[in-house]
């Protein structure tokens, strides 16, 4: 049942139409007072997380056209949002600290840095009050506590947000454990909480373009603060930009903390792989945005006897237990991912997932209340009309613009998903036996490759490259760095972060454990026509095969330049589809990767600088001594 409307009850003024008054923490009512100040809402919601109130606000949006029922499945939402509104923006967005070198490398002299940005505490108190003073007049100022990770357990973390958006909302109770049971835990155990204020904005000018999806492109822009534990977003009601738990706290905040409390926040999924002889293993991967997180998390191996179950598909908080184990936990319960791609040849396990309880964002539409995107061409019928991302009619083969935006997503509770983990919610987290890092590589990096120790593996983690994808603002297809996959979510210096890397060695050590092996992966690469050399999704099997003998210590490597790669015949490639070029799949070209130390180089001269741990610099030393005596 609905908790009784408080309507006699007010804080500064504005009044609380729904919500637990008497239930409030101080410091809740504290934040709340602060931000109805700035903010100037018409009405306060305090989120109970109750299906009854999920209902109402699902009724209310559907009401002001801000989402569209989709009748063909259950309970499944479509969002379509500004078309300036479809991504993170890594540009605006910055790390609060007192001193810059605190929160980002100091790139060379004239050189414009990438690894963050950051903004004084005077600018970013500035940048506040130029946004958010009555920001949320005729709105109602909804109140969110939520639990990064299950409520209650060691490892989890609390988090209130407070948004004028109910599409936030309505995705906070899917992506995050949300509600009346958080706020009971800030108020029993007087917990510190992470303090998250959102608002989508509104103009200068206070004219909004899409009514039904309001925000402020031109002025937007995400703040964090780690010393107070503060997030602060303005102008944007898209994912990564409004779900402030998700990587503004889960990575950026989440990896000061991580920082100083010694355990590992990282962008990586999490999957448990049993193999055919029972046993099972988990292991951690971090690939940069729509570079296959989700696709491998969920795979459907196509070796026989192999069985893969999602614990995560983003994002990775890591520790090592009393005993020197690694332990991860998503912090995460739910998923928010890429539609585009995701097939039934793909993916089934997310096509099974997104059925029931989903709010799209982005994708395009079917005439009998259905989903439509790249990739899933095969599903229609003749007589199925489709509207686009945009709301215009769209025809297959003759429109020449995509019917979903390639940044579209599926936003789905964890617990609908057909292989999700037994152990995916144990407090104490799941043992990691392997790190993978990869990208989207189409020239010169093989399939599959072991890093020769952690440190070296560090080095590769620090290296990563990537084409850009639609997930960020980057226009066109380049080679971008990405080290650890991390590049858009570093709460604190780079240099400070690899060497809390390299650290994680000692901390096993002393503990009596061993250290997961790190390998590099790339599903991307491409033959002399464009085409991709290696069929990926569920043939990714293969791989994880591979990692897992080497995990057992099995002798079934080569050693090379780069690192150890399967000797021959032991990449079990029997019953392809298609013929696989191997030798092409696994050359490493000495000019190719003459050329890529020697950007490594560069990046990190013009980078990181100073800051670059000089193990880091060795390992580069030794791999360029490597491959020059290819
Ligand atoms: P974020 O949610 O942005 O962090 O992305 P993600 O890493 O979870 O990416 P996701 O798994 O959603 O994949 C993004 C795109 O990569 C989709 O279009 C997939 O179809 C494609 N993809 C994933 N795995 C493979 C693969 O093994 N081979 C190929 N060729 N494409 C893949
Ligand atoms: C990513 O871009 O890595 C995502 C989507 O997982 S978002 O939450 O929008 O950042
Ligand atoms: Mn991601």
Known sequence: ALSAPTLSNNIRGCSVVYGDMARLPLKVKTFIEESVVLCKPDKIHIVDGSEAENKLMLKALKEAGAIIPLPKYDNCWLARTNPADVARVESKTFICTENREEAICTPKAGVQGSLGNWISPKDYDDAIMKRFPGCMKGRTMFVVPFSMGPVGSPLSKIGVEITDSQYVVCSMKIMARMGAAVMDEILNKNVEFVKCLHSVGTPENGKIDVESWPCDPERVIILHKPALSEIVSYGSGYGGNSLLGKKCFALRIGSTIAQREGWLAEHMLILGVTCPNGTKKYIAAA??????????????????????????????????????????????????????????????????????????????????????????????????????????????????????????????????????????????????????????????VPLVFESRNWEHGVFIGSAMRSETTAAAEFKGKMIMNDPFAMRPFFGYNFGNYLKHWLSMENRCTELGGNMPKIFHVNWFRKDQNGQFMWPGFGENSRVLDWISNRIDGVDCFEETPIGLIPSEGSLRIENLKSQINMKELFSIPKDFWLKEVADIQTYFDNQVGSDLPKEIQAQLNDLKTRVEKM
């Open 287 to 444: 690939f940069p945005s729509a570079c296959g997180k989700t696709n491998l998390a969920m795979m459907t191996p196509t070796l026989p006897g192999y069985k893969i179950e999602c614990v995560g598909d983003d994002i990775a908080w890591m520790k090592f237990d009393s005993h020197g184990q690694l332990r991860a936990i998503n912090p995460e319960n739910g998923f928010f991912g890429v539609a585009p791609g995701t097939s039934y040849e793909t993916n089934p396990n997310a096509m099974a997932t997104i059925v029931k309880d989903t709010l799209f964002t982005n994708v395009a539409m079917t005439s009998d209340g259905g989903v439509f995107w790249e990739g899933l061409e095969d599903t229609l019928d003749k007589d199925t009309k489709i509207t686009d991302w945009l709301g215009n009619p769209w025809g297959l083969g003759v429109s020449k613009t995509p019917a979903a935006h390639p940044n579209s997503r599926f936003c789905s509770p964890a617990e609908h998903c057909p292989i999700i983990d037994p152990c995916w919610e144990d407090s104490e987290g799941v043992p990691i036996s392997a790190i993978l890092f990869g990208g989207r590589r189409p020239q010169g």
